[in-house]
């Protein structure tokens, strides 16, 4: 039997008819099977966008409580800092005292005079 190239194409487009069709079956069979995982699956996504948005939340306290406390801490600036060395200085020449002060005994003095300029505030 001879086929000519009209009939050819029209069995051609009459296959690929039926191959659209079963790939659309064949694919909202699918869907109807998964529609279950697919609705957990966007729970899932539900709650781990509600948990990260409390983590956000709860970060973002962090950063304020952490901003209000360094807020809260008084700075001693540098000429304070000066200041109390050269009273310590002449105090201590006062008390009869003439060696120099040494970086550590600096240190300390210093730190003595940021917490009592701290406390009394």
Known sequence: MRVSKRYLRRIIREERQKLFEDSIDTELDNLRDNIHDDIEHIRDLHDDVKDDHEEELRAEKERERHDESRRRAPQVGYTQLRRIIRSESRRLREG??????????LRRIIREEKRRLLRSR
Do not use: H, V, W
């Open 96 to 105: 009869k005292r003439t060696s120099r002060l040494s970086k550590a005994q």
